[in-house]
């Protein structure tokens, strides 16, 4: 059974730093484009970033380039997302996602996985 577990959210001040990752189990990491995707309360979910395997491509949503760095580690099955300079508008629940293939859109049906999700709060 294929599953995705987040953990690294909590509660920081503006400013700060986390590092969410993500544990994949349950289905061949390497075949799967990764993304991290996030829904603010009272928001629609929206990527954050995401990155392929193939040709290691990465992308980043315009409100987390230069803050946000996302990584995978194939040999471990993990998904991390490093989160720098944290603001308050970051406030959100973050999910991992995996795509078969490559990442090419952020069209939430093209994901056939999804983690639980992990609360991140950035207070001011």
């Known amino acids: 059974e294929a599953q995705l577990v987040e953990s690294g959210g909590g509660l920081v001040q503006a400013g700060d730093s986390l590092r969410l990752s993500c544990a994949a189990s349950?289905?061949?990491?390497?075949?799967?484009?990764i993304a991290w995707f996030r829904q603010a309360p009272g928001k629609q979910r929206e990527q954050v970033s995401y990155?392929?395997?193939?040709?290691?491509?990465?992308h980043y949503a315009d409100f987390v380039k230069g803050r946000f760095t996302i990584s995978r580690d194939n040999a471990k099955n993990m998904l991390y997302l490093q989160m720098n300079l944290l603001k308050p508008e970051d406030t959100a629940v973050y999910y991992c996602?995996?795509?078969?293939?490559?990442?090419?859109?952020?069209?939430?049906?093209?994901?056939?996985?999804w983690g639980q999700g992990t609360q991140v709060t950035v207070s001011s």
């Open positions: 990155i392929n395997n193939k040709d290691g491509e990465t």
């Open positions: 349950g289905f061949t990491f390497t075949d799967y484009g």
């Open positions: 996602a995996v795509k078969i293939g490559m990442v090419t859109s952020s069209d939430e049906s093209d994901y056939e996985y």
